[in-house]
C-alpha cells in the first residue's frame, strides 16, 4: 500500500462517524471489515519476511 493510500485510508477511519456502515460502492463491506483485511494482509507479509531472513541466517 503506497503512503498516499495508507495516509487518505487512515484519514476516512478517523472521520467515519460508523465503522459498521456498509461502504456505499461495495457488496456488503465496510470500514472495519477492509481495516482489519489490510491488518492481516500486512502482517502475512511480515511473517514471510521473518521466515525469509530465518532460513537465510540474516536473523539479529
Request: proline share 5%.
Amino acid at each position: 500500500m503506497a503512503a498516499a493510500d495508507r495516509t487518505r485510508f487512515l484519514k476516512h477511519l478517523r472521520q467515519a462517524p460508523d465503522l459498521l456502515a456498509p461502504l456505499p460502492q461495495g457488496t456488503g463491506q465496510n470500514l472495519l471489515r477492509e481495516a482489519l483485511l489490510i491488518a492481516d494482509h500486512n502482517a502475512y507479509h511480515v511473517g514471510q519476511i521473518v521466515l525469509v531472513r530465518r532460513l537465510l541466517g540474516a536473523w539479529e
